[in-house]
């Protein structure tokens, strides 16, 4: 299957899935990162706020951070691919925009350098056990994904991992899978 293929078959497959399926499983992927020892060792965490249907939600560990004195910074859209960086104060300091996304207001949330952070947690429309990761098909992730030297954290319920993607030379992959039913440690 074609890369567009394959992110229009997980797309569906997660937005089929139950809301209350959805919230438990979150919660507890949320719980195996939040044990991570890279998670514990890390002042700032660089997290994308969920909104997509079926998407593994972020609200709980963002909170999490939040509530343990961690900093937590989130993406913006911005033109020509790139993705702008700004630390938030609480999920209030996200609203709507773009493509159906959660992203900070820039009236509440200042700019943060994302080099600050010490584990950046990518979301991902499948992934494989070596840490493959096919996003959302614009490349803002992995351009991002690119310049960054801390531990790329994907989230993914088990439904979303896959033997095998077809990966680009500029595809980053993750570090670290993590799963409602596991952590996957990809190198």
């Known amino acids: 299957m074609s890369k567009g293929e394959l992110r229009s078959e997980f797309r569906q497959r997660r937005a089929a899935l139950p809301p209350e399926l959805i919230e438990g499983w979150s919660a507890a992927i949320a719980a195996r990162l939040a044990s991570l020892d890279e998670y ?3 002042e700032v965490v660089h997290c994308y706020a ?3 249907p079926g998407e593994v939600r ?3 560990l963002i909170r999490r ?4 004195r961690r900093r937590v910074i989130c993406p913006r859209v911005r033109a020509h691919g790139q993705l702008e960086h700004r630390e938030i104060a609480g999920l ?4 709507g925009s773009t493509f159906g996304l959660r992203e900070p207001d820039p009236a509440l949330a200042a ?3 994302p080099e600050a952070a010490g584990l950046i947690v990518a979301p991902g429309v499948a992934f494989t056990l070596s840490g493959g990761r096919l996003g959302m098909g614009g490349g803002y992730y992995d351009r991002f994904l690119s310049q960054v030297r801390a531990p790329i954290v994907g989230l993914a319920y088990e439904m979303q991992l896959v033997e095998a993607l077809p990966l680009s030379a ?3 992959r993750a570090d670290i899978v993590v799963t409602e039913l596991r952590v996957i440690r990809c190198r």
């Open 92 to 95: 209030s300091d996200l609203v």
């Open 40 to 42: 514990l060792r890390t």
């Open 111 to 113: 700019p943060a350098d």
């Open 170 to 172: 500029h595809d980053r």
């Open 50 to 52: 969920s909104s997509l």
């Open 65 to 68: 951070s939040l509530n343990e």
């Open 58 to 60: 972020t609200d709980e």
